[in-house]
T-cell receptor, first 112, second 112 residues
Framework: AQRVTQPEKLLSVFKGAPVELKCNYS??????LFWYVQYSRQRLQLLLR??SRESIKGFTADLNKGETSFHLKKPFAQEEDSAMYYC??????????????FGKGTLLTVNP | ETGVTQSPTHLIKTRGQQVTLRCSSQ?????VSWYQQALGQGPQFIFQ???????GRGNFPPRFSGLQFPNYSSELNVNALELDDSALYLC???????????FGEGSRLTVL
C-alpha cells in the first residue's frame, strides 16, 4: 500500500522567512514524488517533481529514500506563496500510467 | 490550447439518486483520471481511462463507473448516492506515461 503523510495542516510564516513543508511517504517500490499547489480560486497544478530536480518559484524538494521524505523548501517566503500544498506519490495503475496518492495537504500562509 | 473543463460546477442530489459528471480533457491528452476530494482531505483516486478502457481503479465500489469517449472526454457516474459521496470530484488529464496531471476546477456534489 502507498501512503503520503503531511503532518502539518496549517503553517504560518512571515515574509522573508524560510519555509519547509514536510512530506513523508510509504511505498514498497521506487517512488516518484510530486508537489501540487492550489492557489486561492485556482485549480490544482503541478509545482515540481523530484525527477526533474528543478527549482520552481524558488521552491526545491529533495527525495530522501532513507528517511522516506520529500520535504518542500524555500529560503525566503513571499506573500504570493500562500496556498494549499499537496504532496503526491505516483504508482502505476494497471498499464503504464500514473495514479497519484495525495497527502491531506498543508495550508501555507505567508504574513506580511 | 484549452484546459480541462468539468460540468456541472455544483449540484445537489438526494440519497439514492444517480449522478453523471462530465469532463473534457486538455487538448491532445488521451488519458483521463477522476479523483474524489472530501472536505479537508487530499484528492483520492477513483479510476483512470486510456483509449476508452478503464486503466486502473482505486478503492471505490462498483456503483462508481465511468466512460471515456473517442474524443477523450469522459463521464463519471455514481449510482445509489450516499451521504458520504458529498465531495468535490476532480477530473485530470495527461499524456500517457507523463506524470504531470492537468486538473479541472471540479464538480461539487452535495447529497442530502
Amino acid at each position: 500500500a502507498q501512503r503520503v503523510t503531511q503532518p502539518e495542516k496549517l503553517l504560518s510564516v512571515f515574509k522573508g522567512a524560510p519555509v519547509e513543508l514536510k512530506c513523508n511517504y510509504s511505498y514498497s517500490g521506487s517512488p516518484e514524488l510530486f508537489w501540487y499547489v492550489q492557489y486561492s480560486r485556482q485549480r490544482l497544478q503541478l509545482l515540481l517533481r523530484h525527477i526533474s530536480r528543478e527549482s520552481i518559484k524558488g521552491f526545491t524538494a529533495d527525495l530522501n529514500k532513507g528517511e522516506t521524505s520529500f520535504h518542500l523548501k524555500k529560503p525566503f517566503a513571499q506573500e504570493e506563496d500562500s496556498a494549499m500544498y499537496y504532496c503526491a506519490l505516483s504508482g502505476l495503475s494497471g498499464g503504464s500510467n500514473y495514479k497519484l496518492t495525495f497527502g491531506k495537504g498543508t495550508l501555507l500562509t505567508v504574513n506580511p | 490550447e484549452t484546459g480541462v473543463t468539468q460540468s456541472p460546477t455544483h449540484l445537489i442530489k438526494t440519497r439514492g439518486q444517480q449522478v453523471t459528471l462530465r469532463c473534457s480533457s486538455q487538448s491532445g491528452h488521451n488519458t483521463v483520471s477522476w479523483y474524489q476530494q472530501a472536505l479537508g482531505q487530499g484528492p483520492q483516486f477513483i479510476f483512470q481511462y486510456y483509449r476508452e478502457e478503464e486503466n486502473g481503479r482505486g478503492n471505490f465500489p462498483p456503483r462508481f463507473s465511468g466512460l471515456q469517449f473517442p474524443n477523450y472526454s469522459s463521464e463519471l457516474n455514481v449510482n445509489a448516492l450516499e451521504l458520504d459521496d458529498s465531495a468535490l470530484y476532480l477530473c485530470a488529464s495527461n499524456f500517457p506515461g507523463h506524470g504531470e496531471l492537468f486538473f479541472g476546477e471540479g464538480s461539487r456534489l452535495t447529497v442530502l
